[in-house]
């Protein structure tokens, strides 16, 4: 804001431009020698006003006395700007930071002399100076880490030892939260690289990187709780590049990682709780081949996880499917056979009430029958009951269904032997098509 001084001065300024404007006018018509010389000048010296209105005489003073702080005369320079933007900064607090690197550059003088006391003093003005800028100015944070550790150090010099623990722990919170930021971007980076690696079948390449990038998690999320849901991201990518490599005992570890996270994302949010089932439910399929029954009791915590929860059906009916089928995989036919008709149990409820689900029930019945047809300790009676439901539906409600449930509900009971059904699923699959 302009000062009422800096408005009169300008003014008085502009009034004198203007009469010697005029006067050289008068001189110039009446043959003065200098006139047009006069007229000029005042017409300058008009136009400067408009482009000095943000000109500090004492900025460009301590600016001045900055330029000339070498050899012996240096601290006596620094002090004089330091004099000067102390004032303008009571004028401008905006432009505050001139006088926090005046005083900046007096302790490094000072420190360098001995001057302990005056450099405690220099210091402590430097931190306020800079504490005041970091409220607007987050990035001032590193100038304001700097001289609180100069605070410290000049404490520490003079045995005050108990006074500068204070300004050192200060500053370790202060340096913690700008490596938090830089290292996040930094860990973004590395997960967005792992990401285009496996993209690209590079699959050997991503894994120190995705390992990086989980690393730096580990250290951002302690200080900024917010980075969890990227750590967890990070985390769930780690262990789809281990299983890729058949790394299976660090796939653990980071499974066991990922569900840490997923476990405190979800006592925050309910919304995240199909997001921790999931990532039990593949903890428990590395664990499947080395430890079976560690295996399949992770898988029965996940259902479980949603179960108690209760707030996504549709999210559990999918679940049971995916469950049913691995424990239909390694032999538990009568698990599998359970779990199957919970999950279709809900999902006939959500059908029911929304006809959109009418395409995934069709799924989940094909593939209840595929599990109970084909794999050790099948059951021909579920099988058979499960197909006939679902091609009961598919005829009822085809409407309804895509064309893409259709032909893939085809396709499972096909490979289930199944033929004639899957047939007639694949005749309502083409006549979705051309309808």
Same mark, same amino acid.
């Given at each position: 804001?302009?000062?009422?001084?800096?408005?009169?001065?300008?003014?008085?300024?502009?009034?004198?431009?203007?009469?010697?404007?005029?006067?050289?006018?008068?001189?110039?018509?009446?043959?003065?020698?200098?006139?047009?010389?006069?007229?000029?000048?005042?017409?300058?010296?008009?136009?400067?006003?408009?482009?000095?209105?943000?000109?500090?005489?004492?900025?460009?003073?301590?600016?001045?006395?900055?330029?000339?702080?070498?050899?012996?005369?240096?601290?006596?320079?620094?002090?004089?700007?330091?004099?000067?933007?102390?004032?303008?900064?009571?004028?401008?607090?905006?432009?505050?930071?001139?006088?926090?690197?005046?005083?900046?550059?007096?302790?490094?003088?000072?420190?360098?002399?001995?001057?302990?006391?005056?450099?405690?003093?220099?210091?402590?003005?430097?931190?306020?100076?800079?504490?005041?800028?970091?409220?607007?100015?987050?990035?001032?944070?590193?100038?304001?880490?700097?001289?609180?550790?100069?605070?410290?150090?000049? $404490? %520490?010099? &003079?045995? !005050?030892?108990? *006074?500068?623990?204070?300004?050192?722990? #200060?500053? =370790?919170?202060?340096? @913690? /939260? +700008?490596?938090?930021?830089?290292?996040?971007?930094?860990?973004?980076?590395?997960?967005?690289?792992?990401?285009?690696?496996?993209?690209?079948?590079?699959?050997?390449?991503?894994?120190?990187?995705?390992?990086?990038?989980?690393?730096?998690?580990?250290?951002?999320?302690?200080?900024?709780?917010?980075?969890?849901?990227?750590?967890?991201?990070?985390?769930?990518?780690?262990?789809?590049? $281990? %299983?890729? &490599?058949? !790394?299976?005992? *660090?796939?653990?570890?980071?499974?066991? #990682?990922? =569900?840490?996270?997923? @476990? /405190? +994302?979800?006592?925050?949010?309910?919304?995240?709780?199909?997001?921790?089932?999931?990532?039990?439910?593949?903890?428990?399929?590395?664990?499947?081949?080395?430890?079976?029954?560690?295996?399949?009791?992770?898988?029965?915590?996940?259902?479980?996880?949603?179960?108690?929860?209760?707030?996504?059906?549709?999210?559990?009916?999918?679940?049971?499917?995916?469950?049913?089928?691995?424990?239909?995989?390694?032999?538990?036919?009568?698990?599998?056979?359970?779990?199957?008709?919970?999950?279709?149990?809900?999902?006939?409820?959500? /059908?029911?009430?929304?006809?959109?689900?009418?395409?995934?029930?069709?799924?989940?019945?094909?593939?209840?029958?595929?599990?109970?047809?084909?794999?050790?300790?099948?059951?021909?009676?579920?099988?058979?009951?499960?197909?006939?439901?679902?091609?009961?539906?598919?005829?009822?409600?085809?409407?309804?269904?895509?064309?893409?449930?259709?032909?893939?509900?085809?396709?499972?009971?096909?490979?289930?032997?199944?033929?004639?059904?899957?047939?007639?699923?694949?005749?309502?699959?083409?006549?979705?098509?051309?309808?």
């Amino acid at each position: 804001m302009t000062s009422v001084r800096a408005i009169l001065t300008r003014g008085m300024v502009q009034a004198v431009a203007t009469l010697a404007v005029l006067t050289g006018l008068a001189g110039w018509i009446a043959g003065a020698r200098y006139g047009h010389a006069l007229v000029t000048l005042g017409l300058a010296v008009y136009i400067a006003t408009f482009f000095t209105r943000r000109t500090s005489f004492r900025r460009s003073w301590g600016t001045l006395e900055l330029m000339q702080a070498t050899g012996d005369d240096a601290l006596e320079h620094v002090e004089g700007a330091v004099r000067s933007f102390r004032k303008l900064a009571a004028k401008r607090p905006g432009e505050a930071h001139h006088l926090a690197n005046a005083l900046d550059k007096q302790w490094q003088l000072l420190n360098e002399r001995d001057k302990h006391e005056e450099a405690v003093a220099a210091a402590r003005e430097a931190v306020e100076t800079w504490r005041s800028l970091v409220v607007d100015h987050p990035g001032c944070r590193s100038n304001l880490s700097r001289a609180l550790n100069h605070l410290a150090l000049s $404490l %520490g010099r &003079l045995d !005050r030892d108990s *006074e500068s623990i204070q300004y050192n722990e #200060e500053a =370790i919170v202060v340096q @913690r /939260a +700008l490596v938090v930021a830089e290292e996040n971007i930094l860990a973004q980076h590395l997960a967005n690289q792992a990401i285009g690696l496996r993209r690209c079948d590079r699959w050997e390449e991503a894994l120190p990187v995705a390992t990086a990038a989980c690393e730096l998690y580990r250290r951002v999320v302690p200080l900024k709780p917010d980075m969890l849901e990227d750590a967890a991201q990070a985390a769930e990518r780690l262990v789809t590049t $281990l %299983g890729h &490599l058949d !790394r299976r005992e *660090e796939a653990v570890l980071a499974a066991h #990682e990922w =569900i840490g996270y997923e @476990r /405190a +994302l979800a006592e925050a949010d309910p919304a995240r709780v199909p997001e921790l089932a999931e990532a039990v439910r593949v903890l428990g399929g590395i664990m499947l081949l080395a430890h079976q029954d560690d295996g399949l009791s992770y898988w029965r915590e996940s259902l479980e996880i949603l179960r108690r929860d209760g707030g996504h059906p549709a999210t559990y009916a999918a679940l049971c499917s995916t469950v049913g089928r691995g424990f239909a995989s390694v032999g538990e036919h009568d698990e599998a056979l359970a779990v199957y008709r919970t999950g279709l149990t809900v999902r006939r409820e959500l /059908a029911a009430a929304e006809q959109g689900q009418f395409g995934d029930l069709l799924t989940e019945l094909a593939e209840a029958a595929f599990s109970m047809r084909v794999y050790p300790g099948h059951s021909e009676p579920a099988a058979a009951q499960f197909t006939a439901e679902a091609t009961a539906l598919a005829r009822e409600h085809a409407s309804s269904i895509s064309r893409a449930a259709l032909a893939e509900a085809a396709n499972l009971l096909g490979r289930a032997e199944f033929a004639d059904e899957a047939r007639e699923l694949e005749e309502l699959s083409d006549r979705r098509a051309s309808s």
